[in-house]
């Protein structure tokens, strides 16, 4: 087995639709160790929607969405980074993290350390808005810092050719690609677009659930924008495959 691990610079950035892909473009079984917020579609079912690919039970299901340290303590829970080992698959496996690297799992340990722990190899999501440059930057030297192994740096958002090109060239780090924005993603925009939430789904189903049918077409947005974008092998051969 082998394993990749996708992080980000911060929260809501893209990780999970770039993870559906990558699981997708690879063939690859998906893994978030700890979910923080039930609420909303959660990215395992994201992941699942929109690559169809195997998704495994989370480490942690945690109702509150915050850091996971915090979600974890507002229902008692510890959690335990000796329970988090990367599970074993036939074929890769892409884990994603939660928020940025130096989120904390508990009161000692942060997913960077994490990480350094697996020593798989790692994959930044950026986004391409004012900030990232900042952002981006203090990633790689966090991650480097801890020895982790960065494959580059995946860029999310409408081009930006400058501010890519100078993360990239101060932060010595490969552009892996940049997934531009894509319409039809959203199961509810999905629906909504086609305008039959209340006929299709009378129980209140959304497209998440729904295997095939409408799902389909974010699916295949998804992995056409990928294969156009991003630099599958670079990513493969970190990988060794
Ligand atoms: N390439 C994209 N095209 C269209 N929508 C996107 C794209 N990337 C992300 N989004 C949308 O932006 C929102 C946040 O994306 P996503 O859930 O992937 O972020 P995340 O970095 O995984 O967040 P978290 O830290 O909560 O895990 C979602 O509504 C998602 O559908
Ligand atoms: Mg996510």
């Known amino acids: 087995m082998s394993a990749i691990v996708v992080t980000g610079t911060d929260t809501g950035i893209g990780k999970t639709v770039f993870s559906a892909g990558l699981t997708a473009a690879l063939q690859a079984s998906y893994w978030k160790p ?14 699942a ?18 850091s996971p340290h915090l979600s974890a303590e507002a229902e008692g829970v510890e959690i335990d ?19 940025g690297v130096m989120v904390p799992l508990n009161r000692e340990m942060l997913y960077l350390d994490l990480f350094a722990r697996w020593t ?18 203090l990633s790689l030297q966090a991650l480097r810092g801890a020895e982790c192994d960065v494959v580059g740096v995946v860029f ?3 081009a930006e050719a400058d501010v890519e090109q100078t993360i ?17 993603l959203r199961s509810e925009t999905l629906a909504s677009d086609l305008g039959e939430v209340q006929s299709a789904f009378p129980g209140g ?8 049918g409408r799902s389909e077409a974010g699916t295949e947005a998804l992995a056409q924008a990928f294969a156009t974008h991003i630099d599958i092998d670079t990513i493969k051969k970190a990988l060794q495959l």
């Not at 700890?34 to 992941?47: K, N, P």
């Not at 060239?169 to 924005?181: C, D, E, I, T, W």
């Not at 189903?205 to 095939?212: F, I, M, N, T």
């Open 34 to 47: 700890v979910q923080s917020g039930l609420e909303e579609e959660t990215d395992s079912q994201v992941v």
């Open 49 to 66: 929607r929109l690559s169809g690919r195997p998704v495994l039970p989370e480490g942690y299901l945690l109702q509150l969405p915050a």
């Open 81 to 99: 980074p000796d329970s988090l080992d990367l599970p074993q698959v036939d074929g890769v496996l892409v884990a994603e993290g939660a928020g």
């Open 120 to 137: 798989a190899p790692v994959i930044l999501c950026a986004r391409t808005q004012l900030g990232t440059i900042n952002h981006t930057l």
């Open 156 to 158: 999310i958002g409408e």
């Open 168 to 184: 990239c060239q101060f932060g010595k780090v490969a552009h892996l690609g940049r997934l531009p924005m894509i319409v039809g």
């Open 205 to 212: 189903r959304s497209g998440a659930d729904q295997p095939g």
